[in-house]
């Protein structure tokens, strides 16, 4: 029992200093400031939280005002990965713009949030897709955890009540998740 203790100690030591080490992975990250809840929430949690430091990335966040800045900004390398909805991924297949859906942050009113790599990046940053998905993941069950607080953020930007940005917020599946288990961003 002992040297399995020994063994299961230092197996441990040696990831966490393997992890300790490791190169941070570099991304450009947008959101939509405004316009869809959902969004723009989860955009401010891993602004404001260091969920993607946690992930292993050295983030550089900003939040975009509309569609098209976001699509300019990963049309021209400006972001790696963007929020968006699903007609602005179709928009940006059709200026050939390569990107890739790699997430989806579910259902809101009539359209679906997704969130779009470049393809360039996931390329010279294969590790980094499962790392981005944890962190969407892990933004999202700190949305749930602190309902009130993440209200009030993206209440203050859109000068609405934290009561209504929750109204809002209902719409989307994830929303209303209980645990960490019933958040599904899987593309369908």
């Not at 040297?3 to 299961?8: C, N, P, R, S, T």
């Not at 941070?24 to 316009?35: E, Q, V």
């Not at 607080?149 to 609405?160: L, R």
């Amino acid at each position: 029992m002992k040297i399995f203790i020994l063994i299961a100690s230092l197996f441990i030591t040696s990831t966490m200093a393997a992890t300790k080490t490791e190169t941070p992975i570099k991304i450009n990250f947008a959101y939509p400031a405004l316009g869809t809840a959902i969004g723009a929430q989860i955009g401010l949690i891993l602004e404001k939280t260091e969920i993607f430091k946690i992930y292993g990335f050295d983030a550089s966040i900003k939040s975009m005002t509309s569609d098209k800045e976001l699509q300019t900004a990963l049309v021209d390398g400006l972001a790696d990965v963007i929020i968006t909805t699903e007609s602005n991924y179709v928009a940006l297949t059709e200026k050939n713009a390569k990107a890739t859906v790699i997430s989806t942050l579910g259902l809101e009113k009539d359209f679906q949030l997704v969130n779009v790599l470049s393809k360039s990046y996931s390329l010279k940053n294969p590790k980094a897709l499962e790392k981005l998905n944890g962190a969407f993941v892990d933004a999202f069950y700190y949305l749930i955890n602190h309902k009130a607080e993440v209200n009030k953020w993206y209440g203050d930007i859109a000068k609405m009540s934290p009561q209504a940005v929750d109204a809002a917020s209902k719409l989307n599946k994830n929303y209303n998740a209980k645990k960490l288990s019933d958040i599904n961003i899987k593309v369908p």
